[in-house]
């Protein structure tokens, strides 16, 4: 199935395919594709050997498609002339459950709640899964999740929270 990521948020360059081409475990002449891809959809190489991997992508999935096993197809500008595959296809290793609780009065500096599969993250543990999702920090991360959500984290290296 399609995944589709952005390339900017907000005005500002993702990197989303450089980080998630970085997450990749691709090995020997698999290496030529890759590197041919980044040249290709004109990626920035130098982000590519310096960020952080984006290790999963975080979805509403109200019709529950996305199970382990699922084939992800990595794409940027879905649904126009320019679409691009950026990423050799993959299987899904694991999806979790993620819920993010805005409590209603938020004390200055705190986070809201956030919990996967029930079980309610630790700041350390957020900042992971927020670097781990392609954000900075955890201040972007919920500047972008700025709502209370409920999901699913989307997995497709062996990370898991």
């Known amino acids: 199935m399609t995944l589709s990521f952005s390339t900017q948020i907000n005005g500002k360059n993702t990197y989303f395919p450089e980080k998630i081409l970085h997450s ?12 041919a891809v980044i040249e290709r959809a004109d990626l920035n190489l130098s982000v590519y050997w310096n960020c952080y991997a984006k290790k999963h992508t975080i979805r509403e999935d109200k019709a529950n498609r996305w199970q382990p096993g699922v084939k992800i197809h990595f794409v940027i500008y879905n649904r126009s002339p320019k679409r691009y595959q950026f990423a050799p296809i993959k ?3 694991l999806v979790q459950a993620i819920e993010i609780i805005y409590p209603e009065v938020l004390e200055e500096g705190e986070h809201p709640i956030v919990k996967v599969d029930g079980i309610k993250l630790m700041p350390n543990q957020i900042r992971r899964l927020a670097i781990n999702d392609g ?10 999740f700025n709502t209370p959500f409920t999901g699913k984290i989307i997995h497709w290296t062996n990370e898991k929270y």
């Open 135 to 144: 954000f900075l920090s955890a201040n972007e991360f919920f500047e972008y």
């Open 91 to 93: 299987p899904v290793t």
């Open 24 to 35: 990749l475990e691709i090995q020997d002449s698999a290496d030529k594709y890759q590197m």
